[in-house]
């Protein structure tokens, strides 16, 4: 049976379900299914909003979280430095 839709669910090997359907969330197996986005990194079907695989979710918050821990050792060393230039005088 053909509908005036077509399925848009993305499969894990990077196909498109492509079945007809009367509704325009989808066939009846994905309907109830978030709708998937290839991973801006590696292209893995994913249902996060932010575009990225869980695997590169986690890569990006790592790298933000020691981009600001570098920010705060720096904050940190800066003030050291001051302190240590204060003292000599
Ligand atoms: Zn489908
Ligand atoms: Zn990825």
Do not use: W
Request: charged share 30%; net charge positive.
């Amino acid at each position: 049976m053909r509908g005036k839709y077509t399925c848009k669910y993305l499969h894990n090997s990077g196909e498109i379900c492509s079945k007809g359907s009367m509704h325009p969330e989808g066939c009846r197996l994905h309907r109830n299914c978030k709708e998937r986005k290839p991973c801006e990194e590696c292209g893995k079907p994913t249902a996060s909003v932010s575009g990225k695989c869980p695997l590169h979710i986690r890569g990006y918050y790592v790298a933000e979280y020691y981009r600001k821990l570098r920010e705060k050792v720096n904050e940190y060393g800066e003030q050291l430095s001051d302190n240590d230039g204060f003292s000599r005088q």
